[in-house]
């Protein structure tokens, strides 16, 4: 049914968004709950920062991460002294992915957050919680709806991602090429059309999955919480 | 037993509390803005004083000149809400075991099956919190904060938003808690005539100032 250039892609594809989904979901988590929680006087610089990735050019990020975790670059340099190779490689296009999906990735669990009663937290406190335990057993399970809503968001924006990833670790086929970048390649191609329309309809087809899925989840979660 | 000499100021409101509890079961009685749910806060740990101390059977828990304040989870001290808030995620059954599990063996003061009995809860023990009465929840509150095995209970309004009928339902479980359990309460109410039903030693909280009843 599809060809192997088409599953590797769809291969890598999947494999990028996950591993970009799940290493930023703990940093996401933290960020998220630390900003519903607490009012410092860099808040607005932080937000700004988290914020950067979704308005700035794609191709400006990726020319950034070159810059910082190319071979030669500014980190890029020590990492590859020790081995780690970002740029030109599947780990680099998790980098961009996450870099990318983050801010989408924070906000439903930052909202979350704020929107949990902290008086239950208080009384798991004069129970005999601890504020760690507290946060593991109240907070975070309570967070469930943002935590699943960010991360869908996060992976089907990781399977989307373009600009920064072509940019940064540029158009490889069984090591970068993912689907966009696949789509785009065929495309360049006399003959790809074909094999560029089977993609963009497997594109349609996991995007939708994965939204009918985000939507199933929370009701069954709403359900349980008696929503 | 406790021993509370403090102050807390926010804003303009400055609560001002001199007191030293031997009985059972206090009541305090105010009218809404006197301070009562502030006081409690500041025993149970969730606000802190400015100045001043609190102890509890000699142990400080609150001593602002030696820098001394003992976090929320180590003082022991249970604080039933208004509201009951049980965790929505978990059944009733899991909102009282979740209580029990943060005591070490030893410690444990009460039985889950003797709290069950005590409050009637075991009917209720497959139910969620939206499946509960204000009443029912209210109960069940009350069971969770005991099997949390504190050192002292605080009562705050827990029959506020409740029915008479409800009122006249909860009632008597917690006369029964003062009778048969050896646990000293502090209930915090605007209605004289539960304190009067419980037969609480009563004193009087006026725009933050205790006054004897």
Redesign the interface.
């Given at each position: 049914m599809f060809s192997p250039e088409e599953l590797s892609a769809l291969y890598l594809s999947a494999k990028v968004a996950l591993w970009a989904t799940v290493t930023s979901l703990p940093l996401a988590i933290a960020m998220g709950w630390y900003l519903a929680r607490y009012e410092f006087r860099l808040k607005f610089l932080v937000e700004a920062c988290l914020q950067l990735p979704m308005v700035l050019p794609p191709v400006v990020l990726g020319y950034l991460l070159l810059v910082l975790f190319g071979n030669k670059g500014w980190i890029g340099q020590y990492l590859n002294a020790m081995g780690i190779e970002l740029a030109f490689n599947w780990k680099g296009a998790v980098l961009a992915s996450m870099i990318v999906a983050f801010p989408l990735m924070v906000q439903p669990i930052r909202l979350s957050f704020q929107l949990i009663n902290r008086q239950l937290e208080q009384v798991a406190g004069s129970l005999g919680a601890s504020p760690f335990r507290v946060f593991c057993s109240i907070s975070l399970p309570l967070a469930i709806p943002g935590i699943v809503i960010g991360s869908i968001l996060c992976f089907s924006r990781s399977l989307g991602e373009f600009g920064a990833t072509i940019t940064f670790v540029g158009n490889i086929p069984d090591e970068t090429r993912t689907i966009p970048i696949a789509i785009y390649s065929f495309l360049q191609q006399p003959d790809g059309e074909n094999m560029a329309m089977r993609l963009v309809a497997l594109s349609l087809v996991l995007a939708f999955s994965a939204l009918i899925a985000n939507y199933f989840i929370l009701q069954k979660y709403q359900r349980k919480l008696g929503g | 037993m406790l021993k509370c000499d403090f102050q807390y100021q926010q804003a303009d409101f400055l609560l001002k509390i001199k007191l030293e509890v031997q009985q059972t079961l206090l009541g305090i009685v105010g009218a809404s803005g006197s301070g009562k749910s502030t006081f409690l806060k500041n025993i149970?740990?969730?606000l802190q004083p400015q100045q001043g101390s609190i102890q509890f059977n000699q142990r400080i828990l609150v001593d602002t000149e030696q820098k001394i304040y003992v976090p929320?989870?180590?003082?022991?001290?249970?604080?039933v809400?208004q509201?009951a808030?049980l965790?929505?995620?978990m059944n009733v059954q899991q909102n009282l075991r979740?209580?029990e599990k943060?005591?070490a063996n030893l410690e444990g003061k009460f039985q889950f099956e003797e709290v069950l009995e005590l409050l009637e809860l075991r009917p209720l023990i497959q139910r969620?919190?939206?499946?509960l009465s204000g009443g029912e929840a209210q109960r069940v509150?009350i069971g969770?904060?005991l099997l949390?095995s504190p050192n002292l209970l605080l009562l705050d309004e827990p029959l506020t938003g409740l029915d008479s009928k409800l009122k006249q339902q909860i009632l008597p479980f917690l006369k029964r808690m003062k009778d048969e359990l050896d646990l000293p309460m502090i209930y915090v109410t605007h209605h004289l005539q539960e304190l009067e039903y419980l037969e609480a030693d009563i004193v009087q909280l006026n725009q933050g100032q205790l006054q004897n009843k």
């Open positions: - | 149970v740990g969730l929320m989870h180590q003082r022991k001290i249970a604080l809400f509201n808030l965790f929505p995620h979740y209580a943060l005591v969620k919190a939206h499946q509150a969770r904060a949390s």
